[in-house]
Nanobody, 116 residues
Framework: QVQLVESGGGLVQPGGSLRLSCAASGTIYGINIMGWYRQAPGKQRELVAT???????VYADSVKGRFTISRDNARNTVYLQMNSLKPEDTAVYYC??????????WGQGAQVTVSS
């Protein structure tokens, strides 16, 4: 079993920055992919960015050039640096981990609100 704990959400003005962190704990072996998804009110959960254990990253078009995902494999932690935030980035951000290509785990979510 893997537990994911997110931190770093909050309220920020448009154009500002936030950094999310997600630490994995528990029976950890073979975390293949770690990533971030988000869900805005009334919308489906969508991919924001993912990163493989080899460092290959994928981003949603809407965040390319503004968000950066990074991963510390030794600490089983993934980060999401969010710059130039827009009101449409407001959502609950969820951390996800794929373990041994078969099991998917989710964090509890971190609220990000972009508003003046």
């Amino acid at each position: 079993q893997v537990q994911l704990v997110e931190s770093g959400g909050g309220l920020v003005q448009p154009g500002g920055s936030l950094r999310l962190s997600c630490a994995a704990s528990g029976t950890i072996y073979g975390i293949n992919i770690m990533g971030w998804y988000r869900q805005a009110p009334g919308k489906q959960r969508e991919l924001v960015a993912t990163c493989t254990d080899g460092g290959r990253s994928v981003y949603a078009d809407s965040v390319k050039g503004r968000f950066t995902i990074s991963r510390d494999n030794a600490r089983n932690t993934v980060y999401l640096q969010m710059n130039s935030l827009k009101p449409e980035d407001t959502a609950v951000y969820y951390c996800n981990a794929i373990v041994r290509w078969t099991n998917s785990y989710w964090g509890q979510g971190a609220q990000v609100t972009v508003s003046s």
